[in-house]
């Protein structure tokens, strides 16, 4: 089955930019997807980028998608304080499957 | 407009009691699932359904049972909860075969088994 992996932490100081990796083991994910959960709150969709797509933008957020080595990034510029939070990276080709989370910690 | 409502929000079971995790979404939404999120462990897929009358296993499926008589509601039962079964769980749902729209969950439920 599939399985998404994350690097479980990342800090990073205001103002820089933030990338946050993920790997995943199913060629046939036909949807890749970013969420953000804030403390003791569920996940909200932040973005999605479909399989055949190789890059979004979406204001301060950028997905990369690297199919050949099955490899997803989050690019969050500018980033803020307010983004504190943990990312998850999730892939469907029909379930949806979790990473473990990475928790961003924006210092001042 | 409701969502995804999950009920309770903080249990305590002692070992080997059982009970039933609430979910229910007012959205139409043929896609339900659960989910349980440990420290390090991101969330993992318990059981999941893609329509009334049809679930699944996810990938951690032991100990926990679902049914889906309605498309509105997603029980989870824990028939005989272990101290390994304390987590936080969280229901999400979604539309099928429209995996450009986002799955909406719950607020998560926190169970402590002692």
């Known amino acids: 089955g599939e399985d998404v992996e994350q690097s479980l932490f990342l800090s990073v100081r205001e103002g820089d930019s933030s990338v946050i990796n993920c790997t995943y083991t199913d060629s046939s994910s036909t949807y890749l997807y970013w969420y953000k959960q804030e403390p003791g709150a569920g996940l909200q969709l932040l973005t999605y980028i479909f399989s055949n797509m190789d890059m979004k933008q979406d204001q301060r957020l950028t997905v990369l998608l690297n199919k050949k080595d099955k490899h997803l990034s989050l690019r969050i510029a500018d980033t803020q304080t307010g983004d504190s939070a943990i990312y998850f990276c999730a892939a469907t080709g029909g379930k949806l499957i979790f990473g473990q989370g990475t928790e961003l910690s924006v210092k001042p | 407009n409701a969502g995804v409502t999950q009920t309770p929000k903080f249990q305590v079971l002692k070992t080997g009691q059982s009970m039933t995790l609430q979910c229910a979404q007012d959205?139409?939404?043929?896609?339900m699932s659960w989910y349980r999120q440990d420290p390090g462990m991101g969330l993992r897929l318990i059981h999941y359904s893609v329509g009334a009358g049809i679930t699944d296993q996810g990938e951690v499926p032991n100990g926990y049972n679902v049914s889906r008589s309605t498309t509105e509601d997603f029980p989870l039962r824990l028939l005989s909860a272990a101290p390994s079964q304390t987590s936080v769980y969280f229901c999400a749902s979604s539309y099928v075969g429209r995996m450009d729209t986002e799955a909406f969950f719950g607020q998560g439920t926190r169970l402590t088994v002692v």
């Open positions: 959205m139409n939404h043929e896609y």
